[in-house]
């Protein structure tokens, strides 16, 4: 029997967990986040990840970047947004308009305020399994919140990271590393057939190319677990990259699109930014 990994449950207790912490500190958490307005899935997460943390009492300042935004005209911005101390986090959403040298300005973003974890001081911190307190990118971090909550066994077993994004599959790669699985990171130039191979062998798949049903039922070992990060809209209707009827029966776990990876993502993003909050508070108390 296939079990639902429910992020939207799991995301409900977290977010309950982060509006009193909201409500313990003395000064206002502001979440920043600096989007490209031309871009119609960050419009959309922008406004969702807004509502969420008002919700649990989280200010935002969405900062929409203007037609002839530069890399530099950017990262003078997250400088300023770094040096204001009435913001507790920020977040550069991806993609930035074209031409933007997106890594350059997550490395922009100060690591006491690096609520999306991409960063290359956060990242090498993550890739050097570095035991000292760093935000970690929300997407991964959320899934190994939720395989948690479900205590779904990592150590020794054999994980299929499909996607090398800075935001998704490297940060996922280094977080079940660190967790004592065996991890195989696949992207574009793994061929079909390895992939195949690969995808047989595998007691965990984290998929996410952004390839609407990518993933079959027959592609994969029976009792497999399957977190797909994958978010495409087909018929305006959100899809993952797993052909989710398919794994019925195959698979023992997985995350429906919607309701998994996505508020999983945002009540970790907003856990993130508390955490920023908490500990700026504590720094210049
Ligand atoms: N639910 C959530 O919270 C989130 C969902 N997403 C979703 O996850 C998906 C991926 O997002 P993101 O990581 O930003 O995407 P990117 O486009 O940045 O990366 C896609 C990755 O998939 C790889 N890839 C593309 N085609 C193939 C293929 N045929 N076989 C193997 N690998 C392939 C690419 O390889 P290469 O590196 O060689 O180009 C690349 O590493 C999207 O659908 C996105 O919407 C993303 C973030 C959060
Ligand atoms: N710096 C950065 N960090 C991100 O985390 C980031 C980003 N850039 N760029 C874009 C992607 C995409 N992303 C999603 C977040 C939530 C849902 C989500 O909650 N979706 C709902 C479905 C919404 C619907 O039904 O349309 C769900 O899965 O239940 C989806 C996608 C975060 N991203």
Known sequence: MTEILDGAAVAKLTNVQTAERVAQLDKPVTLAVIYDPKNDGSRLYVGM???????????????????????????????????????????????????????????????HKD????GATVQGMLFGDAPSDYTVAATPQGVMSLLKHYDIELTGKKALVIGRSQLFGRPMFALLTNADATVTLAHRYTSSETLKSYLKMADIVVVGVGIPEFIQGTDLKQGVTVIDVGMNYVDGKAVGDV???????????????????GPMTIATLLENTVTLAENYSVKNS
């Open 49 to 111: 990840k807004s509502k969420k943390a008002s919700a649990l009492g989280i200010q935002t300042r969405d900062i929409p970047t203007d037609a002839n935004a530069t890399t530099q005209s950017i990262i003078s911005l997250v400088e300023q947004l770094n040096a204001d101390d009435t913001i507790s986090g920020i977040l550069v959403q991806s993609p930035l308009a074209k031409g933007v040298k997106e890594r350059e300005v997550f490395s922009a973003v100060a690591p």
């Open 115 to 118: 609520a999306d974890g991409l």
């Open 243 to 261: 052909d989710f009827q398919s794994v019925q029966g195959i698979a023992d776990f997985i995350t429906p699109v919607p309701g998994g990876v």
